[in-house]
């Protein structure tokens, strides 16, 4: 069979199922969100989508941020803001007198996160609203913090 890309029903059945089934702090039992989807859509498969488990296909999609307790996995919608937080962290672990950073440092630094981002410097590049300032000098791309994420 060939792998499917996710669609957004399913993509949104995951969503629900992670919240219907997190706790306070956001955190859902992979094994409570896998049997709330097989009990909403029964015919709901991993393999179609190139996996062989849940955990890979939770993991592939790039918008959980995912724990290990023992062998339990629990996963959580990413929040962008604490996405933001975690970028401005990056930048001032590297940044010295005059607030830039380069990018590349940012995405080494947030690589040893546990997010599971497939291209941190295109979600970097993805925040808007000014909380980032950008700028290029040659092919080298730097960014600075504009205004802070409380």
Not at 29 to 35: H, R
Not at 94 to 116: F, G, M, P, R
């Amino acid at each position: 069979m060939a792998k499917q890309q996710i669609d957004k029903a399913t993509l949104n059945l995951i969503y629900k199922a992670v919240k219907d089934n997190s706790d306070d702090s956001g955190w859902a039992y992979l094994g409570l969100v896998g049997t709330y989807i097989t009990t909403v859509k029964p015919d709901f498969d991993t393999r179609n989508y190139g996996h062989d488990k849940l955990s890979g296909l939770v993991k592939a999609l790039g918008v959980f941020e995912i724990k290990m307790q023992g062998s339990q996995m629990y996963l959580r919608k990413s929040s962008f803001s604490s996405f933001i937080r975690l970028v401005q962290k990056a930048i001032y672990h590297y940044s010295e007198q005059n607030d830039w950073v380069n990018i590349q440092d940012a995405v080494e630094y947030l690589k040893k996160t546990d997010l599971n981002i497939r291209n941190y410097e295109e979600v970097i590049e993805s925040i808007h609203s000014g909380w980032l300032e950008f700028k290029a000098i040659g092919k080298k791309k730097f960014i600075k913090i504009n205004k802070v994420m409380v």
